[in-house]
């Protein structure tokens, strides 16, 4: 058997880790974790001990390195075919795949400008005009992932999994900077902020005392 560790970077901070981690938690594998604290001196020359590219989330795989959120949940996809981490269906899964390669490549207006704080809550936050695009444009990824094939369960193709995992950080930046959504966005935001996979996360995070001061 396989033994694997994730390296993660602060669980208060890393929209990145949090995506890695909830793959490898939705694969059922048992792993140890390491966190390399972000923004510090020593924090690039620790990630490469691990990581070639330098950044985080990392799976070591029996000291094979898997770097990269989506590189992760492909090759999980791959070893645990039967753990549902793609849509079984080959349009769901299509679309998943669509949707989650939009995520992993896009949306730089808010991911710069609403970067993940758990820990913190800054409400009457005004969105410049191209992160409200980004917003409107993530709502009508929700809502048509959840109209087309989401009917077998709450998140965007029923049950959990890569696509869900991707857009859990986003749904933590909603609720921090208090942004205003429709219905079935609202529903899902819920969904997602009750997956007890989510609130296991936030519960570590509230841990943690490391402060990173955006600027
Ligand atoms: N495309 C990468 C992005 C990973 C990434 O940018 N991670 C950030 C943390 S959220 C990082 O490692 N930054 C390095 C640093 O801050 O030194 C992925 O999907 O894993």
Redesign the pocket.
Known sequence: MSTYKLIL?NKTY????LR?WLIVKLAGIAFDEEIIF??KPD??EK?LRHSPA????ALIEDGRVIW???AIGEYLAESFPDRGLWPGDPAARARARAVTAEM?SGFPALRQALPMDLNNHYPGHILAAEVRADVTRIEEIWETCRRDFGSGGAFLFGEPGIADAFFAPVVTRFATYDVALGHTAADYCRTVTDWPLMRQWREEAAEETEVIVFS
């Open positions: 970077g890393s929209s990145w880790s890695g972000l923004r924090t690039r990630i330098g950044k985080v989330p990269d959120s989506l992993h």
